[in-house]
């Protein structure tokens, strides 16, 4: 991975130096081994405990309970180094602090301090299961339903698409418990080892090869009361409410692929000779760096200053959805123009711009589609649709 060559402003020496640790350890472990493993569709569970023990698997959440104390503009910047290094260790630490965010927003204390603690730095990988095989950008229509017996709550049903599949050790899980729509779903922290709960195989991917998205089957799984979490019926409030945050996840991360891509192409492109010049002295293709660059710069300091609205405690659903759109669609647009810059080469696994292309195509799709991102503005905008 070349050396990144990202000017960064953080807030204060701490950060700085936080950046500097997660920098020292994307180098160090995880981009020489990111090519090889994703090729072989390897699950990194090694590099998610480095993290953990590390302190940074817990960043934006309170120290009382085991985080970071991390304000989120830091945290992202966290995430686009990740990403940039391998998206399915980037794209997973976002997974696992979207895992986290019922809990540590909606659960009450007690549940706080019984499970925070082990999840946000004690070795513990979440999951987050909202979409299922039949509503994905229509989450309100969720099948999967809870039903109360006791001091127990059983869960039937089947979610789909979910990241750790298989692998987590918990599952923030949304059911319907009530009737139909939004108000009938409540939120749920399944333990990863519940009686009754499977995973399918893992989807066959374009790309994040070495991340496991899959099935998630529930097959009679009791669930105490005790780890319901808000009241019932509040579930869609939740999964909208961390969705927001989650969607500003995404965006550091597709900025961090696009960022590993522009680094890759201002290297060949200083490398390679054509017609007796670097093609780096040619106006055709200094003119694509350019815009590459501004690319990411704008998606940069949308998904910031979203970040400082949501630190602010202002509200920043719009700029959320606004970051996610521009971001990743502008990571598609630059990872494109990177493989073109390497030529035929570019087109080879034996360059990492090829990879970095298929696995930004995922991030237009995930966490609502930018197609449900340009909705969630023009709401906004415009107020509902009036049909």
């Known amino acids: 991975m070349p050396e990144p060559g990202v000017e960064r402003q953080l807030p204060t020496d701490e950060a700085r130096d936080l950046l500097q640790l997660v920098r020292d350890i994307a180098q160090r472990e995880i981009a020489p081994r990111a090519a090889e493993e994703e090729e072989a569709g390897s699950f990194p569970r090694d590099t998610f405990a480095l993290l953990s023990s590390s302190g940074l698997l817990g960043l934006p959440y309170d120290s009382e309970f085991g985080g970071g104390d991390q304000p989120y503009e830091v945290y992202l910047q966290v995430l686009e180094e990740l990403a940039a290094a391998r998206l399915t260790v980037g794209l997973g630490v976002s997974v696992h602090s979207l895992a986290c965010h019922a809990l540590a927003n909606f659960g009450t204390k007690q549940q706080r301090a019984e499970h925070l603690p082990d999840m946000l730095g004690g070795g513990l990988l979440g999951a987050y299961c909202l979409s299922e095989p039949a509503s994905g950008s229509d989450a309100a229509s969720l099948r999967t339903k809870a039903v109360r017996a006791g001091d127990d709550w059983v869960l039937e049903g089947t979610k789909a698409w979910i990241t750790h599949g298989g692998v987590a050790d918990f599952y923030t899980v ?150 996610k759109l521009l971001c990743t669609d502008a990571a598609m647009k630059v990872t494109t123009d990177a493989v073109q810059i390497f030529g035929g080469y570019g087109y080879t696994a034996d360059f990492p711009v090829e990879r970095y292309m298929r696995e930004a195509k995922v991030l237009q799709i995930v966490e609502g589609t930018n197609q449900i991102q340009r909705m969630v503005i023009a709401r906004h905008l415009a107020g509902p649709e009036s049909r």
């Open 174 to 323: 949304l059911a319907r418990s009530g009737g139909e729509g939004a108000r009938g779903i409540t939120a749920y922290l399944v333990p990863g080892d519940a009686a009754g709960l499977t995973a399918a195989a893992p989807e066959k991917k374009m790309g994040m090869k070495g991340s496991p998205t899959a099935q998630v089957h529930f097959d009679g799984v009791r669930v105490p009361d005790a780890r319901r979490i808000g009241d019932e019926g509040q579930g869609f409030q939740i999964a909208l409410s961390a969705l927001d945050s989650g969607r500003l996840g995404i965006a550091a991360c597709a900025v961090g692929v696009a960022q590993a891509a522009l680094d890759a192409a201002v290297a060949y492109a200083k490398e390679r000779s054509q017609f007796g010049h670097p093609v780096a002295d040619f106006q055709g293709l200094r003119f694509m760096l350019a815009d590459m660059a501004t690319q990411i710069e704008a998606g940069r300091a949308l998904y910031l200053a979203a970040a400082r609205l949501r630190d602010a405690g202002l509200p920043f659903s719009k700029q959320a959805a606004m970051a």
